[in-house]
Nanobody
Framework: QVQLVESGGGSVQPGGSLRLSCVAPGNIFSTSTMGWYRQAPGKQRELVANIGLGASEKYADSVKGRFLISRTNSKHTIYLQMNNLKPEDTAVYYC?????????WGQGTQVSVSS
């Protein structure tokens, strides 16, 4: 079973920042588009951002200019730097690996934004 291990969630006030991390097995990481999805209560899971093998990045419109995705190949790790967080960013955030059309998921990490 493929394990993607996330860390870095938590609670923060509006305007604050958090950084999520996700470590993947090397054989998965080196052949996958890596990404972050989120799911808020009562809503469908949605793509937040992904980053390809060539480091091309894609963002949801709702997070453009606030979130930054990056990958460190030597550590098989991706990051999501989240700045200027808003209450609507509250959700469980999931790391994903898309390897040739097969999606693998992490267990999820909670991000809560409230005053």
């Amino acid at each position: 079973q493929v394990q993607l291990v996330e860390s870095g969630g938590g609670s923060v006030q509006p305007g604050g920042s958090l950084r999520l991390s996700c470590v993947a097995p090397g054989n998965i990481f080196s052949t996958s588009t890596m990404g972050w999805y989120r799911q808020a209560p009562g809503k469908q899971r949605e793509l937040v951002a992904n980053i390809g093998l060539g480091a091309s990045e894609k963002y949801a419109d709702s997070v453009k200019g606030r979130f930054l995705i990056s990958r460190t190949n030597s550590k098989h790790t991706i990051y999501l730097q989240m700045n200027n967080l808003k209450p609507e960013d509250t959700a469980v955030y999931y790391c994903s690996a898309n390897q040739w059309g097969t999606l693998y998921w992490g267990q999820g990490t909670q991000v809560s934004v409230s005053s």
